[in-house]
């Protein structure tokens, strides 16, 4: 090889290897800023009004987010420790561009919702999501929850593509695009968004602070 070639080999490698660089810390900056969770400030809070010795407690969501699986025992067991002084409101928040089966998961949940059986299609859901979270019969795997918890399978399959349904979950997944939110799960406390506690005491110690307690 001439002294030439040789040359323009090591420009083209440093070139090639200054570009996967440059591609490295991009990716990882987009990275980093979807999984920060910076602290609430007022335009990311709900404005409401909460009544003192309660604690208000909206988490905005998405079905097929492991996080949101791993969080979803203790958020229930708050909600069964604290009783009616916990005042629980889930929000839709599926993150579509990621989570291929996020929307018609949320849609499923919500035509559940329509039979009364909400809490139990939420806890089926979360709790087999990984039967379902990548599957391409998502839909029909969905149904078959439903079935088996005694709901119209006919019925919840059209609710699931309706237009009261989709405005429902689209709604939730506006208002957080208004507050900001980039991930899940959100949660906020009293109208406050706060960080996601790391376990069940950290979150029972801000319900508590919450109630007044």
């Not at 709900?46 to 998405?62: C, H, M, Q, R, V």
């Not at 109208?191 to 069940?200: E, R, T, V």
Request: proline content about 3%.
């Amino acid at each position: 090889m001439s002294q030439k070639n040789s040359q323009l080999l090591s420009r083209l490698s440093f070139l090639i290897i200054f570009g996967l660089m440059f591609l490295g810390i991009l990716w990882l900056g987009g990275v980093f800023s979807k999984n920060i969770d910076e602290p609430g400030n007022d335009n990311q809070n709900i404005e409401g009004i909460y009544e003192p010795g309660k604690a208000y407690l909206t988490e905005f969501s998405d079905f097929q987010c492991p996080a949101c699986r791993s969080y979803y025992p203790i958020v229930e067991q708050l909600r069964q420790e604290f009783g009616d002084k916990l005042v629980f409101e889930y929000k839709y928040f599926p993150l579509r561009s990621i989570h291929k089966n996020a929307d018609i998961s949320s849609r499923a949940v919500e035509a559940a919702k329509l039979q009364g059986k909400f809490e139990e299609m939420m806890k089926i859901v979360f709790e087999k999501q990984s039967d379902w979270a990548n599957s391409n019969s998502a839909k029909e795997i969905l149904v078959s929850y439903a079935t088996s918890l005694g709901m119209d399978g006919k019925k919840i399959s059209e609710d699931m593509d309706s237009d009261v349904v989709r405005k429902r979950v689209n709604d939730d997944f506006n208002q957080a695009g208004k507050l900001g939110l980039t991930g899940t799960p959100s949660f906020f406390v009293n109208g406050k968004k706060i960080s996601g506690p790391a376990n069940y005491d950290e979150f029972k110690i801000v319900i508590q602070q919450a109630i007044g307690q």
